[in-house]
């Protein structure tokens, strides 16, 4: 390639962050499904490791979000305006429940340690932790369905509720639930110290991981007649297969290995297998942004734009490296000997 | 939007001040081994930790707002100040980084890379102000684009990062936040100390929220006449709204307070000085300055709203600046903060007066605009999204909002306002159950 293709590349680059906001941020939320479903007698100990675990980066994990957001509405502006306009009601309740998360999940910390008002702020921060993902996937299936912008005349429910309120979108939103879920499970059987309580956290992603399987499959043939173009992408050539065989190759390593106490090797299977997920999606979708109504190619701000953005990824990227590593090394090292 | 960012605002402005109490506190605590100072830092910034989360969900709320409400406005400007945004993004990845080590780390890093994230947190909480205000400021000054046909193009984002309002209203908006924090928390401690004198815990904190507050309320109004002048070069619209002045004239006299009524064309019950504002802007009487009828009467903004937001910044800034002059004063005398019981009152009441001076100012900048979004190129009526019902998600986040306000009013009170003294609440919490550190 003589010139990049800088579209296309700022495309990637948004998907990058939308895996690293999926795997992190998307764990935290998970973190508040196993505190809602917090049971038996360690439920106590179950919510203080997921709390534990968030408190530090949650807010860090967050900001990825915002990153998707900025490049979507510097590089892709008409792509934003159209996904703000046919999104605007399932979009503007995840914010709600964005709001609602993050702050009872602080509130919680710093409130009074008496059960009813520490169990109040549980309940809102778990509650809005479960309702936040299935939105963000109900988004997430509506766009890949391409009913986004597809129906221009109508009425109200026509125009702003029927291009979301699918099954498929339904289903996208469900599968995004058991995929939080899961990585938090895995996550944290690595944080917990092995015993009674890793077994819960064992436990917890075994379960969850089979859900998650069984809303895969659901998907994949719903997408068959709901999803015709991302579902065509996925069986077009020997790159998709090739992908769809990886991804199921490593769900069994990453099934195994929970089984088997493997737990490191579990997380990094199951941030793999997410990672696949996500890219098998956007390779399928391609060359579309917004499927069947706007292509990377058409939705791009100008090359200027477009360039500069690049830098100023790049040059952030710099600064942000070594202060997440750095982040996440002052919070795992001699984890276990605190609080003893 | 508007509520959202009036709310907002307000986290924002003690996102960029309350790190620099923070770390002030913190390095006196290493440089004179006062415990106070540490247990000050301490309960700082479990307020800063409140107020942080609550700053990051509204403002994650925005910028989903600006295409959910502005979605023709975004494909219009977005790629145009995408740039400041996108650095912001980064200065807050920073911001949120470091505070997560500063709250948590205490008991992991060492004192000085404690310092040093400290440090960090109040940089790019500043940073991450001054990119979103570039990006508000062209807005105003809208540059780095040609238009044709109704659509911009050769579009030079680095001359829109550059753009003529950037460089006033970032430097006046980062004083207002170290003012509005460092004196409003001045205030907060100056009731305490008023109460109990001898409390060393609430005389320290006055003393650093002091150091901080002082001199930005001593520039402020410099920089706010600097913000002035560039007004009344590039929007004379908004400048003759915020002086309620109708019509193009010479000898325009200076007015203080009054209210406009649109209909007449009148100031009533206003101060004027004769020939004051001709002189002040030019340094001649008799220059013309234009009026709100230099432009049809459907460019014009609303001017009751305007104007006595202007006036009330003006009077609040001044009362600020006065206050810290005073402090200034007696130091330089005693080389010691007073705590005489009239100037303690005073920064009571001065308390609340940098947030609602931040507010009107952001009304005289945003009404004062109207009906443009992007200054004489685009109307605010022609952005906003063609989705209907826009009141119920207004309504709603209005509710949460208030809600949340409420909360955190609630909680600050409980967790660094009750006077040490009394123990601390919460300290069987485990993050915090490890206090304080020995100083060597
Ligand atoms: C602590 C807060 C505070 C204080 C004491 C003042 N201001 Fe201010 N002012 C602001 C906080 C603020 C602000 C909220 O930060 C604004 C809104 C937009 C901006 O950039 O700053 C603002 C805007 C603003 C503008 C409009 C700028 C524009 O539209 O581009 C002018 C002309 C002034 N100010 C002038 C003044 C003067 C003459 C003051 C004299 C004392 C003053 N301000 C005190
Ligand atoms: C943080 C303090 C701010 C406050 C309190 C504020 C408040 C307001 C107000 C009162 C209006 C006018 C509403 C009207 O009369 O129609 C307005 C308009 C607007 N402001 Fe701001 N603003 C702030 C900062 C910003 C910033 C930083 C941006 C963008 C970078 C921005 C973007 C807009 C837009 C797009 C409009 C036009 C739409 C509207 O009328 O709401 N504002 N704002
Ligand atoms: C259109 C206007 C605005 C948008 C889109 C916006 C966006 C955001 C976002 C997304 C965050 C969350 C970052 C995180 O998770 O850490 C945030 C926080 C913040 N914003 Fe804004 N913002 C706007 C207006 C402003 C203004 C006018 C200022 C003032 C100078 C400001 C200063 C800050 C600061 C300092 C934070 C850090 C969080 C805190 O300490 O409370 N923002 N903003």
Not at chain 1, 9 to 33: H, K, S
Not at chain 1, 180 to 203: H, I, K, M, S
Not at chain 1, 297 to 323: F, K, M, N, Q, Y
Request: hydrophobic share 55%; net charge neutral.
């Amino acid at each position: 390639m003589s010139t990049l293709d800088l579209p296309l590349v700022l495309a990637g680059v948004m998907v990058v962050c939308l895996t690293l906001y999926v795997i992190m941020g998307g764990a935290d939320f998970g973190g508040g499904v196993w505190d809602l479903l917090a049971s038996g007698p360690r439920r106590h100990q179950q919510r203080a490791l997921i709390a534990d675990v968030i408190s530090p980066i949650w807010e860090a994990n967050h900001v990825w979000l915002i990153i998707v957001v900025v490049i979507l509405f510097t590089a892709f502006p008409k792509a934003f305006s159209t996904l703000a306009v046919g999104l605007h009601i399932p979009l503007s309740l995840m914010l709600v429940g964005v709001v609602l998360r993050g702050s009872a999940f602080t509130f919680r910390a710093y409130d009074s340690r008496r059960d009813t008002v520490q169990r109040r702020w549980g309940v809102m921060f778990a509650g809005a932790s479960t309702i936040t993902p299935v939105l963000l996937g109900i988004c997430a299936g509506a766009v890949a369905s391409g009913q986004i912008g597809a129906a221009r005349t109508g009425d109200f429910t026509a125009l702003y509720v029927t291009p979301w309120m699918t099954p498929f979108a339904l289903l996208t939103g469900v599968l995004t639930l058991c995929l939080f879920a899961f990585l938090a499970a895995v996550f944290l059987t690595v944080e917990a110290e092995p015993g009674a309580l890793q077994d819960d956290f064992r436990a917890r992603a075994l379960w969850s991981a089979l859900a998650l399987g069984a809303a895969a499959l659901a998907l994949r043939w719903s997408a068959q007649t709901a999803a015709p173009h991302v579902s065509a992408g996925l069986t077009r050539g020997v790159l998709p297969w090739a992908v769809l065989l990886t991804t199921a190759v490593i769900s069994v390593i990453c099934f195994t290995a929970l089984w088997t106490r493997r737990y490191r090797l579990a997380r990094g299977s199951a941030v793999a297998q997410v990672t696949l997920i996500i890219w098998g999606w956007a390779f399928a979708q391609h060359p579309y942004i917004v499927p069947e109504t706007l292509t990377i190619e058409a939705a791009a701000a100008p090359t200027v734009t477009l360039r500069l953005l690049l830098i100023a990824l790049c040059v952030g990227t710099v600064i942000l490296v070594p202060s997440l590593w750095y982040l996440f090394r002052v919070f795992s090292a001699g984890k276990h000997e605190k609080h003893e | 939007m508007a509520i959202s960012l009036a709310f907002h605002i307000i986290f924002a402005v003690v996102g960029i001040g309350m790190p620099a109490l923070m770390v002030i506190a913190e390095w006196r605590w290493t440089r004179t081994g006062d415990p106070v100072f540490l247990d000050l830092a301490r309960r700082w910034a479990k307020g800063t930790a409140i107020l942080f989360a609550v700053g990051a969900v509204s403002g994650t709320v925005l910028s989903f707002e600006l295409g959910l409400l502005w979605p023709k406005f975004m494909e219009w400007a977005g790629p145009i100040i995408g740039m400041p945004f996108s650095l912001e993004g980064f200065a807050f990845f920073t911001e949120a980084i470091f505070l997560g080590i500063y709250l948590y780390g205490w008991d992991r890093i060492s004192k000085q890379a404690h310092l040093a994230a400290g440090v960090m947190v109040a940089v790019s909480g500043a940073v991450s102000g001054i990119f979103v205000v570039i990006a508000n400021a062209w807005m105003n000054a809208p540059t780095g684009f040609d238009v044709v046909n109704g659509l911009p193009v050769n579009i030079d984002p680095i001359a829109a990062l550059f753009n003529d309002a950037a460089f006033e209203q970032t430097l006046h908006m980062t004083l207002a936040a170290y003012a509005a924090t460092g004196l409003g928390v001045a205030g907060i401690h100056a009731w305490f100390v008023r109460r109990d004198p001898t409390n060393a815990f609430h005389r320290r904190a006055l003393q650093v929220a002091l150091i901080v507050g002082v001199p930005a309320a001593l520039v402020q109004p410099l920089s706010g006449d600097l913000s002035a002048r560039d007004v009344a070069k590039r929007q004379p619209v908004k400048f003759a709204a915020m002086e309620a002045h109708f019509e193009t004239s010479g000898n325009v006299p200076f007015v203080i307070g009054g209210i406009p009524n649109a209909e007449t064309g009148e100031l009533q019950y206003a101060i004027k000085i004769p020939n004051a504002l001709s002189l002040l802007m030019t340094g001649s009487a008799s220059t013309v300055i234009p009026g709100l009828d230099a432009v049809p009467p459907e460019d014009r903004p609303p001017v009751g709203v305007v104007h006595i937001a202007f006036q009330v910044m003006v009077a609040l800034g001044s009362y600020m600046a006065l206050l810290s002059l005073w402090v200034v004063w007696h130091w330089v005398r005693k080389r010691e903060f007073s705590r005489t019981p009239l100037l303690l009152m005073g920064l009571i009441l001065g308390a609340p007066f940098g947030i609602i001076a931040v507010e009107a100012g952001w009304i005289v900048t945003e009404v004062g605009r109207q009906p443009w979004i992007v200054h004489n190129l685009i109307r605010t009526a022609d952005a906003v999204t063609p989705v209907p019902g826009l009141i119920v998600p207004m309504v709603g986040f209005t509710l949460l909002y208030a809600f949340l306000g409420v909360v955190v009013v609630a909680l600050l009170r409980r967790q660094i306002i009750r006077s040490p003294g009394a123990p601390m609440e919460g300290f069987e919490t485990r993050e915090f159950a490890v206090l304080p550190a020995k100083p060597e």
